[in-house]
C-alpha cells in the first residue's frame, strides 16, 4: 500500500519562503498524479496544486504566481516551494496521491474520496 510522509513544514514570517517535501513508497500504481493540501483552523480542506502523470500542474487561483510545485517521478517525490507567504497560507498542509493519470488540482480532489491516500500533513504557519 503506498504511503505518504511529508516534511519541512514550520513557522515563518509574512513575506517570507517554505520548501514542502512529500516521498512516497510501496505504491502499487502505474502511474498516478499526486498533490498538495490544506486544511486552516475551523475551515475546510482545499486543493492548493497538482501534478498529474504527463507533468501538468495546476494550482488554486490564491497561490498562482507564488508557490510552485514540483515533481520527481524517478524519485517519487513532491515538492511545494512556497514563496510570499501570507498569514491566509496557515494550516495543516496534506501531500495526496491517487491512481489517476490526468487530473487538475479541482478534479483530482474529487477522486480522493474514493481512490487516493493521504500523508500525516505538515503544519505552516505564517505570522504577520
Known amino acids: 500500500q503506498i504511503q505518504l510522509k511529508e516534511s519541512g513544514g514550520g513557522s515563518v514570517q509574512a513575506g517570507g519562503s517554505l520548501r514542502l517535501s512529500c516521498v512516497a513508497t510501496?505504491?502499487?500504481?502505474?502511474?498516478?498524479?499526486m498533490g498538495w493540501f490544506r486544511q486552516g483552523s475551523g475551515e475546510e480542506r482545499e486543493g492548493v496544486a497538482a501534478?498529474?502523470?504527463?507533468?501538468?500542474?495546476t494550482y488554486i487561483d490564491s497561490v498562482k504566481g507564488r508557490f510552485t510545485v514540483s515533481r520527481d517521478k524517478a524519485a517519487n517525490t513532491l515538492s511545494l516551494q512556497m514563496n510570499s507567504l501570507t498569514r491566509e497560507d496557515t494550516g495543516v498542509y496534506y501531500c495526496?496521491?491517487?491512481?489517476?493519470?490526468?487530473?487538475?488540482?479541482?478534479?483530482?480532489?474529487?477522486?480522493?474520496?474514493?481512490?487516493?491516500?493521504w500523508g500525516q500533513g505538515t503544519q505552516v504557519t505564517v505570522s504577520s
Open positions: 495526496a496521491a491517487v491512481p489517476v493519470n490526468w487530473v487538475t488540482i479541482q478534479s483530482m480532489a474529487r477522486y480522493m474520496a474514493d481512490f487516493g491516500t
Open positions: 510501496g505504491s502499487p500504481w502505474t502511474s498516478y498524479s
Open positions: 501534478v498529474d502523470s504527463d507533468g501538468r500542474a
